[in-house]
């Protein structure tokens, strides 16, 4: 999502966001857990439609986690709801834009109508070049990991190589920046292998709350770090 004349100042292509915070956001404001998530909704809109101009060229989101389907089925359902709204809502901005769309998980297991449009959704984005919306649903780590080195196995031999080529993110540009919002300092099962080398910032700002001027100010510090992946 790179302007034209050369890659970002920060130097950041990947950049992640663990979205936390919907509930607390609607705790406070003694409303109901589905308004947090609508807001949230909002906030990944406007992020995204501001993203180009932050040179990041893949922002990837942990929306749905498989660990997710332990929530109440009233809140499972608000959230299918809210991604078919999104879909229909913002797919042809995505279009016009020049946005893909990708999935990492296993959303083959969300209802029949969703998963149509989900697929309808990437055939359609598929030739995008302005930049890629990467989205983790029914997503965990440590199942992708597993099923990586199966993969490997299965091809013969399990190295870090025949792996990281096994990932759900494989056609992905190395992950430069996690970032998790509303305070809490853990992963959660998100980008386990991915983030080895990842650079990693946490903000007490809840999801609905974050906007493109906080994401520029996570950029701003990565660019100011200095990478030294395991060497000195």
């Known amino acids: 999502m790179a302007e034209k004349g050369g ?31 609508t807001r949230g909704v909002e906030a990944v809109r406007n992020l995204v ?20 389907w332990r929530r109440s089925e009233e809140e499972i359902q608000d959230l299918m709801g809210l991604m078919r709204h999104f879909i229909r809502s ?30 309808d ?40 190589e025949a792996i990281e080529a096994a990932l759900d993110t494989a056609d992905l540009p190395p992950l430069d920046l996690l970032i998790r919002t509303s305070g809490e300092v853990r992963l959660s099962n998100f980008l386990l292998w991915q983030a080895a080398y990842a650079e990693l910032y946490f ?8 906007t493109l001027a906080h994401l520029e100010e996570a950029l701003a510090e990565f660019a100011g770090r200095e990478r030294r992946f395991g060497g000195r």
Do not use: C
């Open 7 to 37: 890659p970002a100042a920060h130097g950041a292509r990947h950049v992640a966001i663990i979205m936390d915070g919907n509930g607390r956001w609607a705790k406070k404001r003694f409303l109901p857990r589905a308004v947090g998530h």
């Open 49 to 68: 439609r501001g993203l180009r101009s932050t040179g990041v060229e893949v922002l990837t989101l942990y929306a749905f986690s498989s660990e997710n």
């Open 90 to 119: 913002d797919l042809p901005e995505f279009i016009a834009n020049g946005i893909r769309l990708r999935i990492i998980g296993d959303y083959s297991i969300f209802p029949a109508d969703l998963v149509e449009m989900i697929e």
């Open 121 to 160: 959704a990437l055939a359609r984005t598929a030739g995008g070049r302005n930049g890629t919306l990467a989205v983790a649903l029914n997503y965990g780590s440590q199942q992708e990991i597993v099923r990586a080195a199966k993969a490997a196995a299965a091809g013969g031999e399990i190295t870090a």
């Open 203 to 210: 903000t007490d700002v809840l999801w609905p709350d974050f």
